[in-house]
């Protein structure tokens, strides 16, 4: 029998669940700032503790940027599943990055900008006095996390939902509108989609998870000029991680989005607002390492080895992992067992996943 219990905590989506065991199946800085604990408790120890699958889905847009804004909103789900495939627990949150690029030029310090999620930055955030419930973001968001607990995929999808006058999305639910009245379109996607993440993790055991993410600007922004349209390049990570009771890793799923927003020196738009972005772990082969790789392996196949290796560490140990930077700047690992499959940088994996773990109180 499970039992669920919710309740609010700063930075962190925790789950507790009965056994410990990580594998991926077959192959989102920020934090959810909401705690819910459930137990699957097993008869017989440990060999018979319950099933888990931890997975995480990305849903990202450039549709909000207008001119002199280039904007980008990834809208990422963790959830764990249980053997039903219903969910046991759901963590949502939000990277809004916003880059002025007024006249074409991107800010002076483009460089060292630093972004929080929505749910990083709760009160800050000022949706409570437009709340028509008088709820800030991330207590609406908390509201979906806890609605969409014990449901499946398919239940999820089918909230029911009607379309404003100003083109948002909200719930006709009665139970969720009482928590819940702000655009959740994409809170619903992206939760679809990490039920249905053919590169979830799969674990048994007590372990409390936690979702984060993190936003850097690339090196690849840069003001219009001379007839060529300018780049802003928000670049964000996310990890979902499953902590034992020891601080140790029992499950993690990681990735990484980069979308580009380009502009001419009027600052007017000039890429497509409605173009699909997908994520690094989504892409596959279409990434296009393969043919540059050292071992001849893709993004998402070293990601994987990079997810087995930290499996089973605690955080000081993943950030006591071995690197270098080379020349390039690419912070790679000098671990022998770790670069026989993971080869590409790996700076900023360490410092999400190290990160997610933290959360975990």
Known sequence: MKKIFA????AAMVVSLAGCSNGNSSESGSSANSESSSSANSEGGSDNAAAYKLGMGVVTSTASSAAGNAQVDATVAAVVLDADGKIV????????NKMDVTDGEVPEDAASMTFKSKKEK????????????????YEQAEAFEAYVVGKTADEVAAIPVETTDNGHVVTTDETLKAGCTMSISDFISATVKACSDDSAA???????????????????????ADGEDGTAAMYTSFAAVAVDGEGKLAAVCYDEVQPKVTFDE???????PTAEIKTKREKKDEYGMRSASAISAEWFEQNQAFETFVTGK???EISAIPTETTDN???VTTDETLKAGCTMSVG??????????????
């Open 7 to 10: 309740s609010m905590m700063a």
């Open 89 to 96: 627990s759901c963590a949502i949150d939000v990277a809004q």
């Open 122 to 137: 709760l009160e800050e955030y000022g949706m409570k006095p437009a709340s028509a419930i008088g709820k800030e973001w």
């Open 202 to 224: 799969d674990f048994t055991g007590d372990a409390k998870l936690a979702l984060t993410t993190s936003t850097s600007v690339n090196s690849a922004t840069a003001s219009a």
């Open 266 to 272: 009027a600052g007017e738009i000039t890429s497509d």
């Open 314 to 316: 605690t955080s000081d």
């Open 329 to 331: 700047g690419h912070v």
């Open 348 to 361: 900023g994996m360490i410092q999400t996943v190290v990160k997610a773990m933290g959360l975990v109180g």
